[in-house]
């Protein structure tokens, strides 16, 4: 019996971390969609890609998931570039993209 509750309890928090994670992967994505329209960029393939998953600590020194993705975009429509984009929980720290040529 304690087995199939500690199953259902782990199967439980298994959901509600994937849950969590589904949604800062929204907010992470969305973030990087208006970032990329802001400076006339497209963004490639309309996903991000978790890369890395870790704990630090935030600007007050509490200490939080980071998570960083890596997304595609394009300059000229013809080239691709990679960007990464940090979240903090649910706060965007950073997003970070690599050099890419103007028209």
């Known amino acids: 019996m304690w087995f199939e ?3 259902i309890f782990l199967m439980t928090v298994a959901f509600l971390y994937w849950q969590s994670s589904q949604k800062i992967k ?3 994505w969305r973030a ?3 970032h990329c329209d802001e ?3 497209q963004m490639l393939d309309g996903y991000i890609a978790l890369i890395k998953l870790t704990l630090g600590k935030n600007a007050a020194g509490n200490w ?3 998570r960083r993705y890596q997304f595609e975009f ?3 429509g013809g080239d691709r570039y990679r960007g ?3 979240m903090h929980a649910r706060q965007i720290d950073s997003i970070q993209l690599d050099p890419y040529r103007i028209q």
């Open 5 to 7: 509750i500690t199953g």
């Open 39 to 41: 400076l006339e960029l």
């Open 84 to 86: 990464m984009i940090t």
């Open 26 to 28: 929204e907010i992470a």
């Open 74 to 76: 394009s300059a000229t």
């Open 32 to 34: 990087t969609k208006r």
């Open 64 to 66: 939080q998931w980071v």
